[in-house]
């Protein structure tokens, strides 16, 4: 279904109120995502929707490709995703390049890769277990079978994620057998757990591709009678989050941070439903996913994408 | 009374709690919960099978039998209890999310302390059974005021440890959130079209069908294309999705201009400005709305008509229904018409006079 977000919001405004439906956050300006088309040891310069960005490096900047590298370990042509320090869009307090994600049930797997399945509307990805991440994901994931939860990050190489840091511990049951959760009397207007990143451009194009620079969020409650549709297979997440639809704005609070924002529902995230788990770097005990936000809007609340997680508040609804 | 007097309603409580877990194992049909987790997925259900058949007879000896058997009995249940509690300690560090599947789907809450160490009261009281020797149905034949006071405090006791008793509330006394519950496109709009908005706006909407449904919580919103005034406008009506007397709300925005006409038996200012609204969501009082007085036969030509009657009607119980967040007041549409324009059911938003200048849509019903 061919869904105006930006309509739907403004509807649900006049009927139910701003409060209902608050505007989403623009980008934050210190947030920046292109493609790197030239890199020094002292400047980086990136392709954006906007044209060619210049950014300085500091003695502190650090550069993240699979593991905290150096300058020289960037390449031309990598997805880069910058956070500039303070408030300026001049230095680069860190970089990622390259990164990649895949989260979902286990198809197939063979010696050193597993095919994922990350849910309606998302193809499936192909997660690359490198020899020298094997123990860590080992750890992590003990079960590489197909109906089991998988959840990496990664560096994206050639259409595939050579994982490097599992995100998750993978729950000791396949994804069929999930617990229900329990009823729900009442609805808490902030809820606390978990928020994760999903790249809705898959790294591809990062350059010329709006859906690379969305800020918004992928939703594991969508409702089934309208935008999950007949081929909805998401289940139900273990916390009770208000059924929404795309267009709904949701205000998430990074607990570590302190830093919020209010982003637009722009997809299903059926695989973040089947996740209960609390974030291993995170404060606090929460646990249950509330949302996956894109890479610009993790990163613009202070979130460490090589991390994959913080603790959240959510209010939604 | 002597402690082996008041261990003698040991058995029929232990029998009742084994009876009880049983029943609810056998009509689950999801299976799989606590320490039959632990196995391979193969075999749960013949495990949980298993595991209910062993916990009636056991049940059903403990009532019955009497002397060696029925104290066997009760040994054999304290192993049961005691092995369960190890058990669902090791589900607990295994998986925090599993539950513990004692009382079968009642039993959805993650497996904690408070499950763990109801397993371990049953154990002791299985140990009373044993010691008592079985013969539920005896002691319970010659049950004395002292007995009954045990056997309830022991059960108030095992009551706090079940998080299941809450659940089973919730599905005899109520349901859930209405943010939470799934609710048919259809119900919601067979609701929507039996509401009083709906049928005073209904000349603005072209078609039967939305074009764009989506929900917010405890409301589902409905958008339609429709004409007013020979301009294309978007009819959006929102369905509360609780109560036998959902709110209703709707509004009209012009289709081409995107400002909004009418909300909420509101006029919207020209340029689509958000009314002042109040922390529930319901529009703030204005100049617009006058709140519903004492029901009175309008005059014909004020044109109150139907909707205004129907609006009365829905008072009582509609207050009632909307426990949280300040009410609006209920607009009487068409009582700061000017001129008397507009009369009888056509008081909607089709009688208006054009963009930024129509009449009140509607109020809640």
């Known amino acids: ?317 | 009374m002597t402690p082996a007097e008041l261990i003698q309603i040991q058995p029929p409580l232990v029998a009742l709690l084994l009876l009880l877990g049983a029943a609810a194992k056998a009509v689950d049909r999801t299976g799989g919960g606590g320490p039959v987790s632990l196995l391979p997925g193969a075999l749960h259900r013949p495990a949980s099978a298993a595991t209910a058949l062993l916990e009636a007879a056991l049940a059903v000896l403990l009532l019955s039998a009497a002397g060696p058997v029925g104290a066997a009995a009760g040994w054999a249940a304290a192993g049961l209890f005691a092995f369960s509690a190890v058990l669902l300690a090791v589900v607990r560090r295994r998986d925090p999310q599993m539950n513990c599947g004692c009382f079968g789907g009642l039993s959805t809450e993650p497996v904690g302390w408070r499950t763990i160490a109801r397993a371990a009261v049953l154990a002791v009281a299985a140990v009373g059974a044993a010691v008592a020797g079985g013969g539920g149905l005896q002691a319970l034949a010659g049950l004395t005021g002292a007995q009954a006071a045990v056997g309830a405090a022991e059960l108030a006791v095992l009551a706090v440890l079940s998080p299941e008793l809450r659940e089973a509330a919730v599905r005899v006394f109520g349901r859930e959130a209405c943010a939470v519950r799934r609710v048919p496109v259809r119900r919601s709009l067979a609701r929507l079209r039996r509401s009083e908005v709906w049928r005073a706006n209904r000349v603005v909407v072209d078609g039967t069908d939305p074009v764009d449904v989506w929900r917010h919580g405890c409301w589902r919103l409905m958008r339609f294309t429709g004409r007013r005034n020979g301009r294309p406008v978007d009819a959006v009506f929102a369905v509360e999705l609780r109560g036998r007397r959902p709110r209703v709300r709707a509004a009209v925005s012009d289709a081409e201009t995107r400002v909004t006409l009418a909300v909420l038996g509101e006029v919207a200012e020209e340029g689509g400005a958000p009314l002042p609204r109040t922390t529930g969501g319901a529009p703030q009082a204005t100049g617009t709305v006058v709140p519903t007085g004492p029901p009175a036969v309008p005059a014909p030509s004020e044109g109150a008509g139907d909707e205004g009657a129907e609006q009365e009607r829905g008072g009582g119980p509609e207050g009632a229904e909307e426990p949280g967040g300040p009410r609006v007041p209920r607009a009487r549409v068409g009582a700061h018409r000017a001129g008397g324009q507009a009369s009888g059911p056509s008081a909607g938003i089709s009688t208006g006079n054009g963009a930024g200048a129509s009449k009140a849509s509607s109020s809640d019903r």
């Open chain 1, 1 to 317: 279904m061919s869904v105006d977000v930006q309509e739907r919001r403004r509807f649900t405004a006049a009927l139910l109120g701003e409060d209902a439906a608050p505007p989403p956050s623009g980008p934050a300006p210190q947030v920046v995502r292109g493609v790197a088309v030239h890199i020094t040891a002292h400047m980086l310069t990136v392709a954006t929707l906007d044209g060619e960005e210049r950014f300085l490096f500091e003695r502190t900047t650090s550069f993240w490709r699979g593991r905290d590298v150096g300058p020289e370990d960037v390449r031309v042509g990598d997805d880069v995703l910058v956070r500039c320090g303070g408030t300026g869009r001049w230095v680069v307090d860190r970089l990622w390049a390259q990164l990649g994600r895949v989260t979902g049930t286990i198809v197939s797997a063979d010696e050193d890769a597993v095919v994922v399945d990350p849910g309606h509307g998302r193809p499936r990805a192909v997660a690359v277990i490198p020899y020298r991440s094997s123990g860590r994901m080992a750890v992590r994931h003990p079960v590489l079978e197909p109906g089991y939860l998988f959840d990496a990050v990664g560096v994206r190489e050639r259409g595939t994620v050579h994982t490097t840091v599992p995100v998750t511990t993978q729950p000791p049951r396949p994804a069929a057998r999930m617990p229900r959760r329990p009823p729900a009397r009442r609805v808490p207007s902030a809820q606390s757990g978990i928020v994760t990143w999903y790249d809705p451009a898959f790294g591809r194009a990062a350059h010329t591709d709006p859906r690379a620079h969305a800020c918004g969020a992928a939703y594991p409650a969508l409702d089934p009678g309208s935008d999950c549709g007949p081929a909805c297979d998401r289940s139900e997440p273990c916390l009770p989050l208000p059924l929404l639809s795309l267009g709904a704005t949701v205000a998430v609070r990074n607990d570590d941070t302190g830093v919020s924002g209010v982003y637009p529902v722009l997809n299903c995230a059926s695989a973040a439903a089947r996740f209960c788990d609390r974030c291993r770097e995170a404060s606090g005990d929460a646990s249950g996913r509330l949302a996956e936000l894109t890479l610009p809007a993790f990163t613009a609340l202070g979130g460490r994408p090589e991390v994959g997680c913080f603790a959240a508040t959510m209010e939604a609804g």
